[in-house]
């Protein structure tokens, strides 16, 4: 079983790319819902309007997790543009 911990939705979700991180809940010797091993998958959503089909990748800890959404990325062929440092910071 997977608990998915991010997740975008929008009305229009043509217009959106939609990435998740998922960890794994199975086994975690507690009887605690809100528990999950440090691993899991990244997944690229399709997205047929844009031409993008599902990826995955997996990742072991927390520190491989970054590298795991930048590989769905671009094995989606996805290409990201810098954020305008014009925000306010809270």
């Known amino acids: 079983m997977?608990?998915?911990v991010f997740?975008?939705?929008?009305?229009n979700?043509?217009?959106m790319i939609r990435?998740?991180?998922?960890?794994w809940t199975n086994n975690t010797g507690t009887r605690d819902k809100k528990v999950a091993?440090?691993?899991g998958t990244a997944y690229l959503y399709a997205n047929?309007?844009?031409?993008i089909v599902q990826q995955f990748e997996r990742f072991e800890t927390l520190g491989?997790?970054?590298k795991a959404v930048k590989t769905v990325?671009?094995?989606?062929?996805?290409k990201l543009r810098p954020t305008s440092k014009n925000f306010v910071e809270l």
């Not at 997740?7 to 009305?11: A, D, E, P, S, V």
């Not at 990435?19 to 960890?23: E, I, P, S």
């Open 2 to 4: 997977l608990l998915e």
């Open 7 to 11: 997740y975008l939705k929008n009305k």
């Open 13 to 15: 979700d043509s217009k």
């Open 19 to 23: 990435v998740a991180v998922k960890f």
């Open 37 to 39: 091993w440090e691993s």
């Open 48 to 51: 047929k309007s844009k031409g």
């Open 64 to 66: 491989d997790m970054p």
């Open 73 to 78: 990325l671009k094995k989606g062929g996805i």
